[in-house]
Nanobody, 117 residues
Framework: QVQLVQSGGGLVQPGGSLRLSCVAS????????MSWYRQAPGKERELVAG????????NYADSVKGRFTISRDNVKNTVYLQMNSLKPEDTAVYYC??????????WGQGTQVTVSS
């Protein structure tokens, strides 16, 4: 079955950096685009970044453009989110995501990112 196992995250000061990782299994990783979402307290889950099957195309929410970078390693079946110049408003639970051809979403377990001094 599809599994997405996340790591990384934690507490960081404003201006700091973190890297999230998501190891996928149970499907042919290189056949699917991957995404990162986040959900802050009291807010809806929002798309942060997406990457195409082979990494040739990426997209970002306006709020993270120029600060976050999504990448993938199709040998390691892993997608990454490098987060730089973090701001308090980036505080949220972050989720990696894959959507299959039927439109079913699969989610990682979620990782808390807290940006605070």
């Amino acid at each position: 079955q599809v599994q997405l196992v996340q790591s990384g995250g934690g507490l960081v000061q404003p201006g700091g950096s973190l890297r999230l990782s998501c190891v996928a299994s149970g499907f042919t990783f290189s056949s699917y685009a991957m995404s990162w979402y986040r959900q802050a307290p009291g807010k809806e889950r929002e798309l942060v970044a997406g990457i195409s099957r082979f990494g040739g195309s990426t997209n970002y929410a306006d709020s993270v453009k120029g600060r976050f970078t999504i990448s993938r390693d199709n040998v390691k079946n892993t997608v990454y989110l490098q987060m730089n110049s973090l701001k308090p408003e980036d505080t949220a639970v972050y989720y990696c995501n894959v959507r299959n051809v039927r439109g079913t979403d699969y989610w990682g377990q979620g990782t808390q990112v807290t940006v605070s001094s």
